[in-house]
């Protein structure tokens, strides 16, 4: 068996490569009758899983089709395990036949390609998991791919990786002394492409989809090529180019900004004019200046992470945490540890208290909602949900959970229910636990 090699031809490479895929849309037909129809569009067998997330792992052979519910009630994911590049060719384009004939996709749907090489052709069999990231982000044509999919370029889900930021806030940038060890980069999974999977050996692509992606076959199938094409390329010569250079001082340059609020908090307001600062509900310029090293980080991730536009951000001394006021966020990538009051909020949003709230197309974990705070088409686990709250056609799991709110459609999937809790007729309570108040 000939070993692929840095100069191994396009084709050569292309198929020594693997793809896994996970569609998301939704079907016409009833989930069963979805199941068999693709099953033998695909000839592969297709396990119905019956919630998200499953544990069960698909292979090239055999797939999985799973509730998602990212996208509101009704979103379907099929899941493959990773096939060989041509194999793979095929599938999408037969699926994405499916769907223009049988279903439909919206802006909350997408496809993800998890990108791999056949480790028999490989003379490092783990030279994915060994990649220097911090280059790959700099080589990557990221603008190729909003191109293709301008709409995805501001997707809570898919944010982009030409984001760096220096570890220490006395960095000096040395174009010729660059290190992964200096910075901080792409590191969750709502990334563009998301390099938590590089320790299993592969990476996967976040960033296609949109309403109506499987009309754009072509362009699907094109961007995948480039994908594997990207990851081969990167996995050669770990060495910083001079267009790295070039590309790492024009992102430094654009998060200067940021770096700046890290130095002072009065940057907040110069930058973001309609965000203010206080500690303990005060404005005391000495106060916050005192306090600012112990929640400078928490405002970096408003700004960074949720897209903070406006609102008032307190820092409560005695509690340590952290509270925004009528903040309004523009893309919220990740919300983690907040106390939010009267705001309104989509994305992704985790350990946080909800207080008045407005959210919409959010996937909330472990949370507490409070106060007549009102969610739409949002997924809900392991969270609190007062009496005071609504949540319109939602998706609510997680068995820790407990509900005492009101549900308007959606799908109450498991979970603790409150005496007065309230579906609508058409809520579908799949398993509940009954509570005392």
């Known amino acids: 068996m000939q070993k692929l090699n840095r100069d191994s031809s396009r084709i050569s490479v292309l198929n020594g490569s693997q793809i896994g895929i996970e569609f998301e849309f939704y079907s016409n037909l009833e989930l069963e009758e979805t199941q068999k129809s693709l099953s033998g569009l695909l000839n ?10 499953s544990d069960f792992q698909p292979s090239k052979d055999v797939f999985k089709m799973e509730p998602d519910m990212s996208g509101g009630a009704g979103l379907i994911e099929l899941v493959t395990g990773p096939m060989p590049y041509r194999d793979a060719r095929l599938v999408i384009i037969k699926m994405l036949g499916w769907i223009r004939a049988n279903g439909y996709t919206t802006d909350r749907a997408s496809i993800h390609l998890n990108m791999s090489f056949n480790t028999d052709y490989l003379a490092d069999p783990m030279m994915v998991s060994k990649m220097n990231i911090l280059k790959f982000i700099l080589e990557f044509d990221e603008k190729r791919v909003y191109k293709y999919f301008p709409n995805r370029e501001n997707s809570t889900y898919a944010k982009s990786i030409k984001w760096v930021m220096p570890k220490n806030e006395a960095f000096y940038y040395n174009e010729n002394l660059i290190s992964s060890d200096n910075f901080t980069f792409a590191n969750t999974k709502y990334y563009g492409i998301n390099f938590e999977k590089a320790q299993s050996n592969y990476l996967e692509f976040r960033y296609i989809g949109g309403k109506d992606y499987e009309k754009r076959a072509d362009d699907i199938l094109h961007l995948a090529e480039m994908f594997i094409m990207s990851v081969w390329k990167s996995c050669f010569n770990p060495n910083f180019t001079a267009s790295n250079k070039i ?3 024009r992102i430094l340059q654009k ?25 303990d509900l ?74 008045g709230c407005k959210v919409k197309g959010a996937q909330i974990l472990r949370s507490n909602l409070y106060q007549g705070t009102e969610v739409w088409d949002s997924k809900v686990e392991s969270s ?10 939602c998706y609510v799991f997680g068995r820790d959970g407990i509900f005492k709110g009101k549900m308007n459609a959606g799908i109450f999937r498991e979970g603790g229910v409150g005496p007065h809790a309230r579906f609508s ?7 509940s636990k009954k509570i005392k108040a």
């Open 384 to 393: 609190f949900v007062h009496g005071s709250c609504t949540l319109n056609n």
């Open 255 to 279: 998060n200067a900004p940021l770096s700046a609020v890290l130095k002072d908090y009065t940057a907040v307001n110069k930058h973001w004019p309609k965000i203010h600062i206080l500690v």
């Open 44 to 53: 592969r067998k297709i396990r119905l899983e019956d919630k998200a997330h």
């Open 425 to 431: 007729d058409d809520t579908e309570v799949i398993v």
């Open 247 to 249: 590309e790492m001082k």
């Open 282 to 355: 005060q404005d005391n310029p000495q106060v916050i200046q005192v306090q600012w090293d112990r929640f400078k980080k928490k405002v970096l991730d408003l700004l960074s992470n949720g897209g903070m536009e406006e609102g008032t951000i307190n820092y409560d001394s005695d509690f340590s945490g952290v509270q925004v006021k009528d903040g309004k966020f523009k893309t919220s990538y990740l919300l983690d540890g907040f106390e939010f009051v009267d705001c309104e909020l989509s994305g992704n949003i985790e350990n946080c208290d909800l207080y």
